[in-house]
């Protein structure tokens, strides 16, 4: 019975560590992330249109360190070795979850928590570019660009193009990130 036994614990073979439950872990750290920064600039930024830029790019580039970790830590799983599909797929998990999540709460806090955040912008913005010495023709631009975004952004179809719109941006990078942390194990 027990030779049995041993035969049986030699035969177990690793099994390889989940894409989806790591893409899950990381989509989900990610999108809390990327809610606390999205609080953070409409609740304290948005008075100061070049800081509000600022903290929209440094945002970005933080989410793009969250999905570099998601594939280094995928890699990690694989034992140092991976190929770009075994990184991609948790990635692609990790950019589905957060870009829905992104878009669900731009939607849910835009429309109904601060509905009159667009209008607060536009005039700390146009405030701002009098206060630099901006013409009254750069003004009207400025107010015609706003008119335009505020009747696109409060609509689901809106939301829904701007989300596919950001996968594919989002996925051509986690592709790339995927393409830089690959590495392939030697063949002997």
């Known amino acids: 019975m027990s030779l049995e036994k041993e035969q049986n614990t030699f035969d177990i073979i690793p099994e390889k ?10 989509g989900i750290i990610t999108a809390l992330v990327y809610i606390i920064l999205l609080l953070l600039r409409y ?8 800081i509000f830029t ?9 989410i793009l360190v ?19 599909r075994d990184l991609f797929g948790a990635v692609f998990i990790c950019i589905l979850i957060t870009e829905i999540v ?11 928590i601060d ?32 008119k335009g975004q505020k009747g696109a952004s409060g609509s689901v179809l809106s939301t829904i193009i701007g ?10 990078l986690g592709l790339l990130i995927s393409l830089a942390f690959r590495k392939v194990k030697p063949q002997y």
């Not at 560590?17 to 990381?26: D, I, Q, R």
Request: charged fraction near 15%.
């Open 17 to 26: 560590p989940s894409t989806f439950a790591l893409g899950l872990k990381m």
């Open 54 to 62: 600022g903290s929209v790019i440094i945002s970005y580039i933080i």
């Open 163 to 172: 989300l596919g719109q950001w996968l594919i941006i989002d996925s051509i």
């Open 43 to 50: 609740m304290f930024l948005s008075y100061n249109p070049m």
């Open 102 to 112: 992104y878009c669900a709460f731009n939607y849910i806090y835009l429309n109904f």
């Open 115 to 146: 509905p009159g955040f667009f209008t607060r912008f536009e005039q700390s913005t146009i405030e701002y570019i009098k206060k630099v010495g901006g013409d009254s023709m750069k003004v009207q631009q400025q107010i015609d660009k706003f």
């Open 66 to 84: 969250f999905y570099g970790m998601t594939v280094w830590q995928r890699r990690k799983d694989l034992g140092g070795y991976a190929e770009i």
